[in-house]
C-alpha cells in the first residue's frame, strides 16, 4: 500500500488558495451503544482551481466526506472549512447559506419531471439575489453543454447523458466556486460519461473552480489534479495524477479489486 | 413572464393529468359530502321557520305556554285588541292553527294536516296565489292547498272537492310554501270564518274552536315605530299571559327550540366533520403520494440551498389549488342535488353566499391541514440522503 504524502498539498497553503480546508475531522453515525465511527482524522486541503478525484472502495466514507464538506449535515468535531467558512458547529439555516455557493451533482440526475430543462436549471438561478433573467442564464449555460435545442424538452423526452447534462447546467449555472460530484458518469454509458466529465474538466480549467468528485470510473481519472483515495474512513493516500498511474499499474488495481 | 419564480406547485400538480383529476374528484367529493350535510340541516332549521318569516307583522304575540309551533296554545283575541291602542301599532291580524285530517281525493287516504285561517281581508300571509285567491276564499267551505305538500296529499287542481276534518271543502288554489315538522304533511289556508264554520261544533272528544282565541298574534306598525320599543312597551302594559317578541326574535326562539331541543344540530355536525376529516385524508394521501414521488428531487433542491420554509410554501400551495379547483365541481353538483332534493322531499334547502363562502373557507383549511401534515415527509428529509443512492 501506498501512504506516500501527497507531494504539494500539506505544506501550508494561505487561506485565500484554499476552498476547502479539512483538520482532524472524525465523524460518527449512529448513537450510544450503536456509534460508529466511519471518518478517522481526515486532513485534506483542495486548493482552488483544482479538481480532485476522491476513490476507494464502498463503505469507505467517501460519500459521508462529501456530504461533510458539502455542508449537508452538522459538523460536531474537529475543524472543516469550506470557501472561508467553518462549518463545525454551524446551525442548520446557517449551512443552507454554505450550500448556495455550492454546486452539487448526483449519481442520478434528479431533475423534476413536471419542469423543462430550462425551468429545471432556472430553479437554481432563483436561489441567486439576481435571479430576473433565469431564462436567459437557463439557456446560457444549456448551451453551453450543447443543449441548445433542448432548452424546452421535458426530462422525459431527454436521453440519459442529456439529462445528466442538464443537472450539471443546474449545478454550474449559480457559477459556484467549488463543485461537489457523486459519482456524476455512474447511470452514464461510455461515451457520454466521457462527454460530461469533459465538460467539466473544461469549466473547471477556464473559470477556475474547484470539483471534488467521487467516483469508481477508472476511465475518467485522466482528469483530475489529484487523486484521493479513502479506504476505512482514513485517508489512504493524496497524491498526484502521474504517481496514482505509476504505483496503480493494471496488475496491482487489479488486485486490489478483488481483495475489497 | 420572465420574472415571476417558477409555480413548482402548479407545474408538479397538473404534470400528470390523470392524478390531478382523480384528486379534484377526491376533493370535490368531500366538499359535495359536507354540503348536503350542512344543507339538510339548514333546510331543516330554515324549513321551520319559513311560515314564521312569511308572516306580516313586525311584532308577534304567542301564548305564554307556546314555545314552539308544536304546542297548540291559545290566547285571548282581546289582548289584540289591547295592543292596538298603544302607539305605534297600525293594524292587529288573527291567526288560527289547528290540525285536521284531508282526504285525498284520489285515493281517500286521510292524512293530517295543519290549517292555517285568517281573515283574507287582512294581508296575514302575503303570498301572491293567496292574495290573488282573496274572493274565492270568503265563500263558504272553501279552502286552498299547499303544492309543495307532500305527495300523499293528493291533487291540488283548484276546483276539486274533498273531505277536511270529515266536511266537505271545495279547493279554490293552490300555493307554494313547504312542509316542515310541525306542518305533518302540508299547510292547508282557508278564511277565519271557513274556520269558524268547520271547527266550531266538533264532537265531545274534541276541542272546538272559535275566534277568540288565537294562535298567533300579529301586529304591523306604522313606519316610524320602532319595533323593540313597542314590544317594551307592550311587555310592560300586557298581562302575563302573553309573550311578546319582535319578529326576528320570534324566529330565533323557534331556531332554539329547534336546535337545543332536538339532536338535528347534533347529529349534522357530526356528519360534516366526518365529511371534512375525510377530505383531510383524501388530500392527505395526494399530497403524500406526489412528496415520496418526488423526494429525491425535493431533497435536492435542499442541497442546493432551498429552506424547509420554502417546500413547506410549495406543498401548501398544492393543497390551496387542489381545494380551490376542487372546490367548484363540489359546488355546482352540489347545486344540482339541492335542486332535486328540494323537489324529492319538499324541504326548504337552499344555498346562501355565506353558505358557500363558509364551505369554501372548511375546504381550504382541510386542504391546509392535508398539507401541513404532508410536507413534514419533505422537512424530514435529509439532503444528505442523495448522495451515494
Redesign the interface.
Known amino acids: 500500500m501506498t501512504t506516500t504524502p501527497a507531494p504539494s498539498s500539506i505544506p501550508a497553503l494561505p487561506d485565500e488558495a484554499i476552498a476547502v480546508r479539512i483538520r482532524n475531522l472524525n465523524y460518527f453515525f449512529g448513537q450510544g451503544e450503536l456509534r460508529k465511527q466511519v471518518l478517522f482524522d481526515i486532513n485534506l486541503d483542495l486548493p482552488k482551481g483544482e479538481i480532485v478525484i476522491m476513490t476507494g472502495p464502498s463503505g469507505s466514507g467517501k460519500?459521508t466526506l462529501?456530504?461533510l464538506i458539502?455542508a449537508?449535515?452538522t459538523v460536531p468535531d474537529g475543524s472543516l472549512k469550506v470557501l472561508g467558512r467553518d462549518i463545525v458547529g454551524m446551525g442548520r439555516?446557517q449551512l443552507?447559506?454554505v450550500?448556495?455557493n455550492i454546486g452539487?451533482i448526483?449519481?442520478?440526475h434528479?431533475?423534476?419531471?413536471?419542469?423543462s430543462a430550462a425551468?429545471n436549471v432556472?430553479?437554481?438561478v432563483?436561489?441567486a439575489p439576481n435571479?430576473?433573467?433565469?431564462?436567459r442564464q437557463a439557456v446560457a449555460i444549456l448551451t453551453q453543454l450543447g443543449l441548445s435545442d433542448r432548452v424546452d424538452y421535458k426530462p422525459k423526452a431527454l436521453s440519459g447523458g442529456q439529462k445528466q447534462r442538464v443537472a450539471i447546467a443546474?449545478a454550474l449555472v449559480n457559477q459556484p466556486p467549488l463543485i461537489l460530484a457523486?459519482?456524476p458518469t455512474a447511470a452514464l454509458d461510455k461515451k457520454s460519461g466521457r462527454d460530461v466529465v469533459t465538460l467539466m474538466q473544461q469549466l473547471a480549467k477556464s473559470e477556475g473552480r474547484t470539483i471534488l468528485m467521487v467516483t469508481h470510473d477508472n476511465r475518467i481519472l485522466d482528469v483530475a489534479d489529484r487523486i484521493v483515495t479513502m479506504v476505512d474512513g482514513r485517508l489512504d493516500s493524496d497524491e498526484n495524477l502521474g504517481h496514482f498511474v505509476d504505483t496503480h499499474d493494471p496488475k496491482t488495481l487489479d488486485r486490489r479489486m478483488f481483495i475489497l | 413572464m420572465m420574472r415571476l419564480r417558477t409555480p413548482l406547485a402548479w407545474f408538479n400538480l397538473t404534470y400528470e393529468r390523470r392524478r390531478l383529476v382523480t384528486a379534484l374528484a377526491g376533493v370535490a367529493f368531500a366538499v359535495l359530502l359536507m354540503f348536503m350535510f350542512r344543507g339538510f340541516e339548514n333546510a331543516l332549521f330554515d324549513s321551520q321557520v319559513q311560515l314564521l318569516k312569511l308572516l306580516n307583522g313586525e311584532v308577534v304575540m304567542v301564548n305564554r305556554l307556546k314555545y314552539s309551533m308544536f304546542i297548540p296554545e291559545q290566547f285571548a283575541r282581546r289582548r289584540l285588541y289591547q295592543a292596538q291602542a298603544f302607539a305605534g301599532v297600525e293594524d292587529a291580524y288573527a291567526f288560527y292553527i289547528t290540525n285536521a285530517n284531508w282526504k285525498n281525493p284520489e285515493t281517500q287516504a286521510v292524512r293530517p294536516l295543519r290549517v292555517l285561517a285568517f281573515n283574507p281581508d287582512d294581508p296575514v300571509l302575503p303570498l301572491p296565489e293567496i292574495l290573488a285567491h282573496r274572493d274565492q276564499l270568503k265563500l263558504p267551505w272553501t279552502v286552498m292547498i299547499d303544492e309543495r305538500s307532500r305527495p300523499e296529499v293528493g291533487p291540488t287542481t283548484a276546483g276539486l272537492e274533498t273531505e277536511l276534518a270529515e266536511t266537505r271543502v271545495r279547493l279554490v288554489g293552490a300555493y307554494a310554501l313547504g312542509t316542515d315538522f310541525a306542518a305533518g304533511d302540508g299547510n292547508v289556508v282557508m278564511s277565519d270564518q271557513n274556520f269558524l264554520r268547520l271547527f266550531s261544533s266538533l264532537g265531545p272528544d274534541e276541542d272546538s274552536r272559535d275566534l277568540n282565541t288565537v294562535d298567533i298574534g300579529l301586529l304591523r306598525l306604522s313606519d316610524d315605530a320602532n319595533p323593540v320599543a313597542v314590544v317594551d312597551a307592550l311587555r310592560q302594559a300586557l298581562p302575563q299571559d302573553i309573550s311578546i317578541y319582535t319578529k326576528d326574535e320570534f324566529v330565533a326562539v323557534e331556531l332554539t327550540y329547534w336546535r337545543e331541543n332536538t339532536a338535528i344540530g347534533f347529529v349534522f355536525t357530526l356528519l360534516t366533520t366526518m365529511s371534512f376529516a375525510v377530505g383531510v385524508i383524501l388530500v392527505y394521501q395526494i399530497l403524500y403520494t406526489d412528496v415520496s414521488d418526488h423526494w429525491k428531487e425535493y431533497a435536492t433542491l435542499k442541497a442546493m440551498g432551498y429552506t424547509n420554509f420554502y417546500l413547506l410554501k410549495v406543498v401548501l400551495q398544492q393543497a390551496l389549488i387542489l381545494g380551490v379547483l376542487g372546490f367548484v365541481p363540489g359546488y355546482f353538483i352540489s347545486l344540482v342535488l339541492y335542486r332535486l332534493t328540494a323537489n324529492a322531499t319538499g324541504l326548504l334547502i337552499q344555498m346562501t353566499l355565506e353558505r358557500g363562502l363558509n364551505l369554501l373557507i372548511a375546504t381550504v383549511i382541510m386542504c391546509l391541514i392535508s398539507g401541513a401534515i404532508a410536507v413534514r415527509k419533505v422537512q424530514t428529509t435529509d439532503p444528505a440522503e442523495v448522495f451515494g443512492s
Open positions: 460519500t462529501l456530504t458539502g449537508l449535515r439555516s443552507v447559506d450550500r448556495r452539487f448526483f449519481q442520478a434528479n431533475l423534476f419531471d413536471s419542469l425551468q432556472e430553479m437554481a432563483e436561489l435571479w430576473r433573467e433565469k431564462r443546474r457523486d459519482e
